[in-house]
T-cell receptor, first 115, second 112 residues
Framework: ETGVTQTPRHLVMGMTNKKSLKCEQH?????MYWYKQSAKKPLELMFV???????ENNSVPSRFSPECPNSSHLFLHLHTLQPEDSALYLC??????????????FGPGTRLTVL | QKEVEQDPGPLSVPEGAIVSLNCTYS??????FMWYRQYSRKGPELLMY????GNKEDGRFTAQVDKSSKYISLFIRDSQPSDSATYLC????????????FGTGTSLTVIP
């Protein structure tokens, strides 16, 4: 596997379910991100991890819980979601802060549908 | 006020046309500008970046920044069906930081 991978690619869940999204990067990067992409809206940054430490939490509801066990893996734990949480969830990674410019490499996303 | 504004389209052009995609931004501190391309069922990928006013060319693609009007553009010459994708502009207020401001993306279809 190369680049940034995400599993599952599609997920349908009920409002009372608990599920997790997984992201893995094979680029040796130290920063990882979760974004939410909804139709007709800008990409919304949810969480940022730098060297496994969470550095950004953009007022995300507590029903979304991130976990970063190491610099290569990132999880997004989901529980008691709402239908408006249906969206494409993108994971990204970048080398780290302090590089000349901070290109982010994205995974293919998980298409989440909440019934 | 949104940090970055972009017309979502959709935009449909015939093959070979010149395409102009545009964004406006509100924060004059932005100095670094990026264009990402997102194909259907894929994540965005960096297409071009520029760190100053003026033009930057890469093959059929030209990125243009006008800081006086806070306007950034992406031009595609001799457009091809393979250019059909969503194009997102992005501005990191701090180019070495983690926070990016993305536009909504413009959906482009190039018709053979």
């Amino acid at each position: 596997e190369t680049g940034v991978t995400q599993t599952p690619r599609h997920l349908v869940m009920g409002m009372t379910n608990k599920k997790s999204l997984k992201c893995e990067q094979h680029l040796g990067h130290n920063a990882m991100y979760w974004y939410k992409q909804s139709a007709k809206k800008p990409l919304e940054l949810m969480f940022v991890y730098n060297f496994k430490e969470q550095t950004e939490n953009n007022s995300v509801p507590s029903r979304f819980s991130p976990e970063c066990p190491n610099s290569s893996h990132l999880f997004l734990h989901l529980h008691t979601l709402q239908p408006e949480d249906s969206a494409l969830y993108l994971c990204a990674s970048s080398p780290s802060r302090g590089t000349l410019y901070n290109e982010q490499f994205f995974g293919p996303g998980t298409r989440l549908t909440v019934l | 006020q949104k940090e970055v504004e972009q017309d979502p389209g959709p935009l449909s052009v015939p093959e070979g046309a010149i395409v102009s995609l545009n964004c406006t931004y509100s924060n004059s501190a932005f100095q670094y500008f990026m264009w990402y391309r997102q194909y259907s069922r894929k994540g965005p990928e960096l297409l071009m970046y520029t760190y100053s006013s003026g033009n930057k060319e890469d093959g059929r693609f030209t990125a243009q920044v006008d800081k006086s009007s806070k306007y950034i553009s992406l031009f595609i010459r001799d457009s091809q069906p393979s250019d059909s994708a969503t194009y997102l502009c992005a501005n990191p207020p701090d180019p070495t930081g983690n926070q990016f401001y993305f536009g909504t993306g413009t959906s482009l279809t190039v018709i053979p």
